[in-house]
């Protein structure tokens, strides 16, 4: 199948001369005399379903929703967000258009245009770091912030109605520089250059175009939520994250689908995305037994300190001889629970990061946090609680934020939010 979707897309696209999959096999035939099978990986714990498979690959075109919220998270991830630097309606249908196109061709493990590293000019053409790399499983995924839906653009009638600021939250450390944005790309791969390909080209062809300059971004790895039929990963905590993260279709219908507006907001999402600063050499310094209180699991199994298992429902009820909870007030999961916040949920994609070693000399590092809901007042339902009362607060720092609306999947032939230009 993989071979007949190349020959498809080469008809449609004559100026594709070839595939990074396909120029690896071509590689390995003309040296070796036979193709070298695909790796694959599978952990230790986990369902089949948490394998690597690197030839693996998503389509851009056609599904209800954009690839990378639904899908089953990937290992790595290349995130980046814009601020528009044209004021011209045109100038953002063509990035968008110019970037869907591109995105497709990306997904399929195939290069941009050629490589011509020879040209004194590279416009339009693909950087090349990703050749005889596979699609690893790369999803693109596409936001648009609220500067988008101004008057500048005539689109000011096109806000999704649940689109704003959001509010400041007792948690809020916020820089500047990892703020905000009028555009977001979330690629995800279980190969981290081919995600950091992916974001590298459309970033180039932002710049080509006069239309948006890149603002802040963030590599991340090591996914810190899971997805259906995947074992749960861990923070860099050393906690089991996201045991409770939303799996079922019927939970994605009720709490992350958008599904009232025009027809180019439907089956979209909100997405927030939270820069999170762990102080990992304070975490350290504590008892484990003091860790398993703040978050209100033990770290090792996961399971909750009412429980025996990691899927173990959390007795908050559940108290000591001398009636204190065994689940602490303040304890993360106590606050997050739905069970304590009229059953609101959202959806947690999200990975670990580092960055080297900050001016003090500590670890930068912590949690890229990226949710997804059908209504940003369900994060910041949950955010308030934790931001006022969360034990773990002593310990991270919430640096960075941004809001988008990401839309549905285009059909093939069109490009994202086409409808709204309209």
Not at 32 to 54: F, K, S
Not at 60 to 71: K, N, P, S
Not at 147 to 174: I, K
Not at 269 to 292: A, F, G, L
């Amino acid at each position: 199948m993989p071979n007949d979707d190349k020959r498809t897309s080469e008809t449609r696209h004559p100026h594709l001369r070839f595939s990074r999959r396909g120029l690896l096999v071509g590689v390995a035939v003309g040296s070796a005399g036979a193709a070298v099978p695909y790796a694959t990986a599978q952990p230790a714990h986990g369902d089949a379903e948490d394998r690597i498979d690197l030839a693996r690959q998503h389509a851009f075109y056609g599904a209800a929703e954009q690839a990378g919220i639904r899908t089953l998270p990937q290992r790595h991830i290349f995130y980046m967000t814009f601020d528009l630097t044209s004021p011209q309606r045109r100038d953002l249908q063509v990035l968008l258009a110019r970037w869907s196109g591109a995105i497709a061709q990306l997904m399929k493990g195939q290069t941009i245009g050629q490589v011509e590293p020879d040209r004194s000019s590279a416009a339009g053409f693909d950087t090349g770091e990703a050749l005889a790399l596979d699609p690893a499983s790369l999803t693109v995924t596409v936001g648009l912030g609220p500067n988008v839906f101004t008057d500048t653009y005539g689109l000011a009638g096109q806000r999704p109605a649940l689109l704003r600021a959001l509010e400041q939250l007792p948690s809020d450390a916020l820089k500047p520089e990892f703020t905000g944005g009028d555009l977001s790309l979330q690629a995800c791969a279980d190969d981290p250059q081919v995600a950091y390909h992916a974001v590298r080209d459309l970033a180039r062809i932002a710049k080509e175009t006069g239309t948006a300059a890149t603002r802040w971004t963030v590599m991340g790895f090591g996914r810190a939520s899971a997805g259906k039929g995947q074992a749960t990963p861990r923070n860099l905590l050393g906690f089991k994250d996201g045991t409770r993260n939303i799996r079922e279709d019927a939970d994605f219908e009720k709490f992350v689908w958008v599904k009232d507006g025009p027809a180019w907001q439907r089956h979209g999402s909100y997405q927030i995305v939270r820069k999170i600063q762990m102080h990992i050499e304070n975490w350290d310094t504590d008892r484990v037994s003091d860790q398993n209180n703040v978050i209100g699991r033990h770290k090792i199994s996961g399971a909750p300190l009412t429980g025996t298992e990691e899927f173990d429902a959390p007795d908050f009820h559940k108290v000591k001889s001398d009636g204190s909870p065994v689940i602490p007030d303040t304890a993360h999961i106590r606050l997050a629970a739905f069970e304590n916040n009229d059953g609101v949920r959202i959806l947690r994609r999200s990975y670990n990061y580092t960055e080297g070693i900050n001016q003090f000399g500590f670890l930068d590092a912590g949690l890229l946090f990226i949710a997804y809901q059908n209504d940003p007042a369900h994060f910041e339902t949950l955010q308030r609680k934790l931001g006022a009362a969360d034990a773990l607060n002593e310990y991270i720092s919430h640096i960075g934020s941004a809001i988008f609306f990401v839309p549905p999947a285009p059909l093939e032939g069109s490009y994202i939010a086409e409808s709204m230009f309209a």
